[in-house]
């Protein structure tokens, strides 16, 4: 895996989108990463609309709630049968089955 730089950045908001996004790679340090900057001026900014109405419209979904809690505090082993649920959950309501 390639270290993707973000700069001189603060550790705790770096490690807060290294882990929310799954941006696994990213590190603080000059560059910055041409990737990380596109995604972040291009990528997200066109999507995040429809990416936040989706989230709005799950999170007013108790089925869909109740499941993000489960995994949210499940034990590794159980997470595959949960995720499975939350994709089916997700189906029902028109999604397409995941995020």
């Given at each position: 895996m390639n270290r993707q730089f973000t700069g001189n950045v603060n550790e705790a908001e770096l490690l807060e989108v290294r882990n929310e996004l799954h941006f696994n790679d990213l590190y603080a340090g000059h560059g910055p990463s041409v990737r990380v900057r596109d995604r972040f001026t291009r990528t997200i900014p066109k999507n995040a609309a429809s990416i936040a109405q989706q989230w709005l419209e799950s999170a007013s979904d108790p089925t869909i709630t109740d499941l993000?809690?489960?995994?949210?505090?499940?034990?590794?082993?159980?997470?595959?049968?949960?995720?499975?649920?939350l994709r089916a959950a997700n189906l029902a309501i028109g999604r397409r089955g995941g995020w």
């Amino acid at each position: 895996m390639n270290r993707q730089f973000t700069g001189n950045v603060n550790e705790a908001e770096l490690l807060e989108v290294r882990n929310e996004l799954h941006f696994n790679d990213l590190y603080a340090g000059h560059g910055p990463s041409v990737r990380v900057r596109d995604r972040f001026t291009r990528t997200i900014p066109k999507n995040a609309a429809s990416i936040a109405q989706q989230w709005l419209e799950s999170a007013s979904d108790p089925t869909i709630t109740d499941l993000i809690g489960k995994i949210r505090y499940a034990r590794y082993a159980d997470r595959d049968v949960l995720v499975a649920d939350l994709r089916a959950a997700n189906l029902a309501i028109g999604r397409r089955g995941g995020w």
